[in-house]
């Protein structure tokens, strides 16, 4: 719950460049920061530069056979304090806050923290001392210093005496946490030249098995002290990285918008409010840095702006609720960087010791830097309204050798920027200029490694951010007391994603410097790439053998290098088709980028999951454009139409694409000449093409799609063709055939009707009658006798009479007439 409570807000006072900004706000409100913000679990080491006398080891010697305690207690050596939680190590002590800082004549110190006993046995009578040790020294005197665990009587200083610089604690069983807090003036510290002085916070105190005053624990930080401005004020440029992981996916919904496809919900939680980003841009903007972004993160912040979804775990998206968050971090961000320097590293931050050690090899692979470039520039004007320099790179951890420096400067940067422990100074026995020029145009910006690994670590720990930031004053002051009459220029490129906790102690430790830092004056980036280069400096670029292998180790393989430039073939023959190709052209582009970024360092299998599937979404999309599979036709005849359909289920259109057919010739079928082809989105379209055939028989007909340049385009599709040809004499056979049938059904007409005549005169329903109504041939009477049966023409019929027709008699009922 106390440290907890501790937080009271980031500061947010205005806090102008060096000499022309004030710092007042933040450094109020610093002691409420060093209390909460978790730092490094313990410093990081500064670079012991090569040349330098190291500290003198004499006091630690002596103290390691006649240390005593000032009450005359027996010796507490080092051996005696061989494990944790016994002698000078029994209690844990952290220093929470430290204020001022970087104290001035007339101050009050205050420091406040909390000890803890971690032996086994209860301590008695404990209480806080402070102690004050010898100003000056080396860097390496101050990385010996920070490394020491136990106490050491002589090298440790003497105890500050007077009011507020000693706290009772009482007696504290094992486990037992208590606070304290000291409050001295400057003037007991009785510090009298410029330089670092060792501060320590003891407990003393006794034990059951030691029932005598002994110290019991210890814990160090530094006092940097500067009585006057030094002749020559060295510059500092201090990077401050807006750099994160990918976050935005290859795939884009089908909607005018194409809304954006995130892979998860990391980027909204970083830009909330305490968030990393948020923290990053709060406290930046007024500090006297330059801003080094990856323009990426601005992309896919922007994308946030509108509706977006998120994937889900196992398959499928939710909607996405960070609108507002990236709303107003942008506009925190455009503000703060309005009239200030921006650097914009290539688009997704390449990875640039994998392509010079891995990638520079493979066809094309270079050509992705440029175009990270040029994408990178554009999107940061475009977002935030401001002009970017892309005269930087950085290589990762700052660690170069001549095929990354290469490789660096091959898409137009002229500055590379490098660290301490890779571009080393043997020959010197101050730290130089960061710039040195080496060759080609190039210059080598070269970051102190102890400076920019400062704020490293974990972050979590009670008192590492007061530590911290006290380590950081002092080696500044140092550099700057190497050569006091000397004019140069430092640089300081921390950790690419620094966490929310990181980053409010560097901000500490960098408001310090401004409100009370006087032997250093903030500079830009561009400043410090102008400075007049050290002669003695080192520009020899260290071989590539000398990379760190911890590094090599994380590198992207070649492998993902040829994978990456198929995609982007891939890409570059889909894009012909399109009639709206930017729909596809620009999130793939960024994706293809983001596959060979920096962040993937450490996680190989995340990253080559990414790019599988950047690859396999690509490859899904172009196959939705696809030919309809054909069942085995036949053709009749020489001549036939064959029709070929193409399928294209994309939102969009697609031109400039040509079918071909091609026939086995086996049977001499010859299928026509090749067909443009255009379908509009989600529709099919039928090709057909005039095919003749010279024989009978089978072929087999491939049908493939061809892109403008004549690449294939999809797979091709098969299918059968039988081919029946007719001759002309099996045609006037068929025609003969035809003929003789309707012969004889005219012929079968015919006598049906002839049949049918007689009959219908015999029963009066056929024959011509007169105009009286009376049959003509019968006169209406009938042709035999009803009642004998008789055929009425076998005789003379007494009442017969001539009809007037010529001799002769009608015949009888069922004749056949001959007409």
Known sequence: MAEAAEYQGTPTAPVRRWPRRTAAGLLAAAPLLGGLLPLPAASAASAVTAGQAPATAQ????????????????????????????????????????????????????????????????????RIGLRIGPGG???SGLEQAAGRTAYVAGADGTEVRGKGAKAKTGSMRPDTRRTFRLKVPVSALKMSSSGVYQLGVTLTGQTRARPYDQILGIERSFLPWQTSDPDKKTGMTYLWPLISSAHLTARTQSDEQQTAVFRNRDLAQELAPGGRLQQLVALGKDLPITWIIDPDLLASVEAMTERYRVQKKG?????????????????????????????????????????????????????????????GALTVRNVLHTEPSTEYTWPVEGAVDSGIVDVATSAGAHNVIARSDSLRDTALSYSPTAARPIGGGTTALVADAGLSQAFEGDLSRTGATSKAVQRFL?????????????QRSVLVAPQRTPTAAQARAMALALSSLQKDGRWTEGTDL?????????????????????????????????????????????????????????????????????????SWRGDPEAAGNYRAGVRAYLVGLTKKVSLIQKSPITLSGRSATIPVTVKNNLVQGVDGL???????????????????????GGHAQSVKFEATAKANGRSNVEAQLYTKDGKP????????????????????????????????GVRMYVTRKRRSGPASSADGTDGD???????ESTNGEPDSDPDTGRDGGTGPDPGAHDTGRGSGSVPGTGEKVDR
Do not use: C
Not at 474 to 486: F, K, L, N
Not at 725 to 744: E, M
Not at 769 to 775: K, N, R
């Open 59 to 126: 006091t630690q010697t002596q103290a390691r056979t006649q240390a005593r305690t000032q009450t005359g207690a027996p010796a507490q050596t080092q051996q005696t304090a061989g494990r944790a939680g016994t002698g000078s190590r029994t209690a844990g002590i952290s220093i929470r806050t430290l204020s001022p800082a970087t104290p001035q004549k007339g101050d009050t110190l205050t420091l406040t923290g909390t000890v803890t006993n971690n032996g086994r046995i209860p301590i008695t009578d404990g």
């Open 137 to 139: 020294g080396s860097r």
């Open 315 to 375: 398959g499928g998206t939710v909607a996405g609720k960070g609108q507002k968050y990236a709303k107003q971090w942008l506009m925190d961000l455009q503000d703060a960087v309005k009239g200030e320097e921006v650097a914009a590293l290539p688009f997704a931050d390449p990875d640039l010791a994998s392509l010079a050690h891995r990638g520079r090899n493979v066809p094309g692979a270079l050509s992705n830097l440029g175009s990270a470039t040029e994408r």
């Open 474 to 486: 002092a080696e500044s002051q140092t550099i700057s007391a190497q050569v006091p009459t000397r």
């Open 526 to 598: 561009s400043e410090t790439a102008e400075a007049k280069p050290d002669p003695g400096a080192n520009r020899r670029l260290p071989s590539s053998r000398l990379y760190p292998a911890s590094l090599r180790k994380q590198e992207i393989p070649a492998e993902a290098y040829r994978q990456v430039q198929s995609t982007n073939g891939v890409v570059e023959d889909f894009q012909e088709i399109l009639t709206e190709a930017d729909r596809v052209v620009t999130p793939f582009g960024s994706a293809i980028e983001r596959g060979l970024s920096n």
């Open 658 to 680: 040509e079918l071909r057919l091609k026939s086995s010739r086996r049977i001499g079928l010859d299928v026509g000449k090749p067909q443009p082809v255009k379908v509009d």
């Open 713 to 744: 385009y999809g797979k091709p599709m098969e299918f059968r063709v039988n081919v029946t040809s007719i001759t002309s004499t099996v045609l006037l056979v068929i025609a003969g055939g035809v003929l003789l049938v309707v012969l004889a």
């Open 769 to 775: 009658t007169d105009e009286d109504g009376t049959d």
